[in-house]
């Protein structure tokens, strides 16, 4: 079973509008962490945002937060006022145990975001 | 702060030739460095873990005498593609976790782009 789902493959988003990129997990693990990252074309993997599972809080950093839902495994990325530098894949990853460990991220298969001008 | 390099950029050689390429943390020392590799419109695929002074761990699948890797130092790691061939071309990508602090993510390098003829 995949680990992390990105269901949607492609989106189109009108620039200034806000836009919410999907990602499902699956872990029998209680303490994980959570991570959208974005590349450009260029291929370079920017960080955007992280939930620890044991967060109360959704994360969120600048136009980015991070709608975590935990009894339906999700972490879903909110971008608001979409800008056209936002056009770029997704991908949403998990690491699985304590945050000190050496534990390797799984990557969902993306989601390529297109905004119009 | 948290920025890793990866050298070269690009790499075009012949069926038969070894590459290496350079992974580096330019500020931060990190015991452990990833390696994924990512095909077109597809996502990374972690090809290996490397602690510093240790010997790599493999995924599953990837050839760990095709795949060498070395990490000398808590700032540099390398991937050397033995006997390359037009499979193996692909982007490959590094990632380093800190070594101190509770660091939630990993940082990557900007990619290499091998393509063999």
């Known amino acids: 079973a995949q680990k992390i789902t990105q269901t949607q493959p492609g989106m189109f988003v009108q620039e200034k509008e806000a836009v919410t990129l999907d990602c499902t997990y699956d872990?029998?693990?209680?303490?994980?962490?959570l991570f959208w990252y974005k590349q450009p074309s260029s291929g370079e993997m920017i960080f955007l945002i992280y939930?620890?599972?044991?967060?109360?809080q959704n994360a969120t950093e600048g136009r980015y937060s991070l709608n975590f839902q935990k009894a339906r495994k999700s972490a879903n990325l909110v971008i608001s006022a979409s800008q056209l530098g936002d056009s770029a894949m997704y991908f949403c990853?998990?690491?699985?145990?304590?945050?000190?460990?050496?534990?390797?991220?799984?990557f969902g298969g993306g989601t390529r975001l297109m905004v119009k001008p | 702060g948290a920025v890793v390099s990866q050298h070269p950029s690009w790499v075009i050689c012949k069926s038969g030739t070894s590459v290496k390429i350079e992974c580096r943390s330019l500020?931060?020392?990190?015991?452990?460095m990833f390696w994924y590799r990512q095909f077109p419109k597809q996502s990374l695929m972690l090809m290996a873990t490397?602690?510093?002074?240790?010997?790599?761990?493999?995924e599953q699948g990837v050839e760990k005498d095709k795949f060498l890797i070395n990490h000398a130092s808590l700032t540099l790691s390398t991937l050397t593609v033995t006997s390359a061939h037009p499979e193996d071309s692909s982007f490959y990508i590094c990632?380093?976790?800190?070594?101190?602090?509770?660091?939630?993510?990993?940082?990557f390098g900007p990619g290499t782009r091998l393509l063999v003829l």
């Open positions: 990632s380093a976790r800190p070594f101190f602090g509770v660091e939630k993510t990993q940082y």
């Open positions: 872990t029998s693990d209680q303490s994980y962490g």
């Open positions: 939930q620890g599972s044991y967060d109360e």
């Open positions: 990853a998990m690491r699985e145990g304590q945050s000190n460990a050496g534990n390797m991220l799984t």
């Open positions: 500020d931060f020392q990190a015991t452990t």
């Open positions: 490397s602690n510093e002074g240790s010997k790599a761990t493999y």
